[in-house]
């Protein structure tokens, strides 16, 4: 069981950290932060594409049939190298994908509510409310993505930043309330 807490809260401490270090960066800088989450992206993709391409010349034909390998890395090298040439179209998505992540987390959070609840602890509303918070800025980042972008960024860091909070909360908690169950 320790394992298992120890990988659950490892992984739930990189998520907060990801929130936080995105949400500063997006806040503070907002045309740098997408900048260069989009060419990021558009460069893992091209390696990505060519590596693929470069595994089905060299291999065997059955597993190049059979893979696909040729397609898939033909199709990242496009998405990459479009993302490089038209960089807008990563720009007005990410603060939707980030307003999705919030959603996400919200859903994650109304879980945990109804899990303290069920475990009668007393103040189980204070993380349904953290879920409300998570889905209202998930909703307003998700809504005005495509128009207000750079704007919408800086809410999204905001958002993000807010997340992160509330998920140390989260965290705390449930491993607070572990601890209680266990004795």
Not at 1 to 15: E, N, P, Q
Not at 62 to 67: F, H, P, R, T, V
Not at 150 to 163: D, N, P
Request: proline residues 1%.
């Amino acid at each position: 069981m320790r394992s298992k807490t120890f990988h659950w809260s490892l992984t739930g401490w990189t998520i907060i950290l990801f929130y936080a270090v995105c949400g500063l960066l997006l806040l503070l800088w907002p045309d740098l932060a997408l900048k260069t989450a989009n060419f990021a992206l558009a460069a893992v993709l091209c390696v990505v594409g060519l590596i693929s391409i470069v595994d089905y010349l060299r291999g065997e034909t059955i597993n190049g049939i059979l893979g696909f390998g040729l397609a898939k890395g033909l199709i990242l090298l496009m998405v990459g190298v479009g993302l490089m040439i038209r960089s807008n179209i990563l720009i007005n998505l990410l603060p939707f994908l980030w307003g999705v992540a919030m959603i996400v987390g919200g859903f994650a959070k109304v879980q945990i509510a109804f899990d303290l609840k069920r475990v009668d602890r007393g103040r189980w509303w204070l993380m349904l409310l953290g879920a409300l918070i998570s889905f209202l800025l998930g909703i307003i980042a998700v809504s005005k993505s495509v128009f207000f972008a750079y704007t919408v960024t800086q809410i999204a860091g905001i958002s993000l930043l807010v997340e992160a909070a509330l998920d140390v909360v989260a965290l705390l908690t449930v491993r607070r309330e572990l601890k209680i169950m266990k004795t």
